[in-house]
């Protein structure tokens, strides 16, 4: 059974790593191999992790939603303490990967953003503009493609939807519950497919 009840299907049993995850996984990589092995991975989101998104979220809230303002409005996002902090400190013995559901076209923007924050942003991997496909499944499709190169220490994000999907597939996954979660984010990240 997945985590939503149903019965694995054919891309369910496909999403499954391959490879080492969780806190160990960099020991079992390495095992063997005189010197350090590769740094493990933390997996990062950005809205709702270290980006405050709530004075955006109105634009969510309209009908039809304002998706275009809504982006454009993540330039002035500001920082959340918790998350830039938990950022800083894995950092010291990770390798950083940001994992979004923002859309591919807001990367300038984004950057931008990180750069004012002072974090490095080397590896950021964002939905593909066309895609619709819900966080939970955009998100655990790019970890198992991502665990099968190098092993994912940890995952941090906020979607309740998306925390339980990773921890059904086995990796180690912290849910980012500094913000309360917003009903409209849910329905962009995982009924609409927006972010």
């Given at each position: 059974?997945?985590d ?14 391959s ?13 063997g191999?005189?010197g350090s ?28 939603p304002?998706?275009d ?11 959340l ?47 593909p ?11 655990t499709?790019?970890?198992?493609r ?15 939807e ?19 979660y917003?009903p ?12």
């Open positions: 059974m997945t939503d009840g149903s019965p694995p299907t054919e891309s369910d049993r496909s999403e499954a790593p490879g080492p995850v969780g806190p160990h996984a960099s020991a079992h990589a390495s095992a191999v005189s092995g590769p740094r493990p991975v933390a997996v990062f989101d950005i809205d709702g992790v270290v980006a405050d998104v709530r004075h955006r979220l109105h634009l969510l809230r309209r009908q039809p304002d998706w303002g809504f982006f454009r409005a993540a330039a002035d996002d500001p920082p303490p918790e998350g830039i902090a938990l950022v800083r400190t894995l950092a010291a013995d990770h390798d950083l990967v940001w994992l979004t559901g923002r859309p591919e076209r807001s990367r300038a923007l984004t950057l931008r953003w990180f750069a004012a924050q002072g974090l490095a942003a080397d590896d950021l991997r964002m939905r503009d066309a895609d619709r496909s819900p966080a939970r499944i955009f998100k499709q790019e970890l198992v991502m665990s099968r190169v190098r092993p994912v220490d940890i995952v941090v994000d906020d979607d309740p998306v925390v339980a999907r990773l921890r059904g597939r086995g990796f180690p996954v912290t849910l980012a519950d500094w913000l309360p917003e409209a984010m849910g329905r962009a990240q995982n009924r609409e497919g927006r972010t």
